[in-house]
């Protein structure tokens, strides 16, 4: 099997993200999984123009020539596409979002039916399979994720592949902070893998593993006091220097 990670994190394997990302694929790996993992900072890719010639003149191939020539093929390739971003504002980082628009030459032009909604048939070329999600965002509340989450779910109807759920860090800027305060993190991060584990060997990720990975890290209260008091002393570090 195999499993291409897009992480659209401008900080890339050093990112919040990545913290979740980076033992989510490690549990791929334990059970054999092909995994490749890109970071849209150091891709190039152009816009997407909205000419369809990927539709009309030459099908399936866009004129722009950049790296989505190399990673369409990839895509099509790998029965487990996982989809990384943080959420800045209100959804995906913009790269992801470019990324994605590109993938129009994965489609047909021809609108067929599904569930009694139109949609652009995949090309007969792409392997069918799951989206996932990581992401993670600087806010306490879950319902930060809705947005994106929305998103996600209308991309995998619309490209015919099942969403298989989604791994959701919510104050993941305190992931570090709980570590210096001596609080333990590991049963995050082991569920993170776990999740990659099961998705792989079960085809699904259980609610109480994805819980885990969610769990708040600090109470609501305390982690607007650390925020506020880190962001003061980041105005004060700034004034003396």
Not at 15 to 28: D, E, K, Q, S, V
Not at 102 to 129: A, Q, T
Not at 198 to 214: D, N, R, Y
Request: glycine fraction near 6%.
């Amino acid at each position: 099997m195999k499993a291409i990670a897009i992480n659209a994190s401008p900080h890339m394997g050093k990112g919040n993200t990545a913290l979740i990302l980076t033992p989510f694929m490690g549990g791929f790996r334990e059970t054999g999984t092909e995994v490749e993992v890109f970071y849209t900072k150091k891709l190039q890719i152009k816009p997407c123009q909205g000419e369809f010639n990927c539709w009309l003149k030459t099908p399936g191939e866009c004129f722009l020539k950049d790296d989505m020539d190399m990673l369409l093929p990839k895509l099509a390739e790998a029965e487990i596409w996982v989809l990384a971003t943080p959420v800045y504002y209100d959804g995906m980082t913009g790269t992801l979002k470019n990324l994605i628009e590109r993938c129009v030459p994965m489609l047909s032009p021809v609108l067929e039916l599904r569930d009694g909604h139109c949609r652009f048939p995949v090309r007969e070329s792409i392997k069918p399979g799951l989206i996932v999600l990581v992401a993670s965002c600087g806010l306490w509340e879950m319902d930060n994720f809705d947005p994106l989450l929305a998103h996600m779910q209308a991309l995998s109807r619309n490209v015919n592949r099942r969403f298989a759920g989604a791994l959701l860090r919510p104050h993941a800027t305190e992931i570090k902070s709980v570590l210096d305060m001596g609080m333990p993190v590991d049963d995050v991060l082991q569920a993170a893998k776990e999740a990659g584990r099961q998705l792989v060997e079960k085809g699904e990720m259980s609610s109480q593993t994805l819980a885990a990975i969610s769990r708040p890290l600090l109470p609501l209260e305390m982690y607007v006091q650390v925020r506020n008091q880190r962001f003061q002393q980041a105005l004060a570090a700034l004034s003396a220097a």
